[in-house]
């Protein structure tokens, strides 16, 4: 059963960076379309940024487009999440998503249980 871990997130003061990394685990031979979506205390899970399962095309919310980067990783099914200029307001818990389909527009099926990012004014 595939499995996500994420890793990197922590407090940092506004204008700072931080990375975000997911891996799957489990044993796939699937190439997964993955992403990141946050959730902010209070708030409904919203779409963050994404990459194609093979990394041909990215998708970035309007709120950090220009500030964030993802990246697929060298290694099998990882992904990383380049936060920059980060504001108090991308203040969430970070879930890594995947999917074995093309893109993340039809839905993540695989959740990892989430990484928090603190950001400070």
């Known amino acids: 059963q595939v499995q996500l871990v994420e890793s990197g997130g922590g407090l940092v003061q506004a204008g700072g960076s931080l990375r975000l990394s997911c891996a799957a685990s489990?044993?796939?031979?699937?190439?997964?379309?993955m992403g990141w979506y946050r959730q902010a205390p209070g708030r409904e899970r919203q779409f963050v940024a994404a990459?194609?399962?093979?990394?041909?095309?990215?998708y970035y919310s309007d709120s950090v487009k220009g500030r964030f980067t993802i990246s697929r990783g060298n290694a099998k099914n990882t992904v990383s999440l380049q936060m920059n200029s980060l504001k108090p307001e991308d203040t969430a818990v970070y879930y890594c998503?995947?999917?074995?389909?093309?893109?993340?527009?039809?839905?993540?099926?695989?959740w990892g249980k989430g990484t928090l990012v603190t950001v400070s004014s």
């Open positions: 998503g995947a999917t074995p389909r093309s893109d993340h527009r039809y839905g993540m099926e695989i």
């Open positions: 489990g044993g796939t031979s699937t190439d997964y379309a």
């Open positions: 990459v194609s399962w093979n990394g041909g095309t990215v």
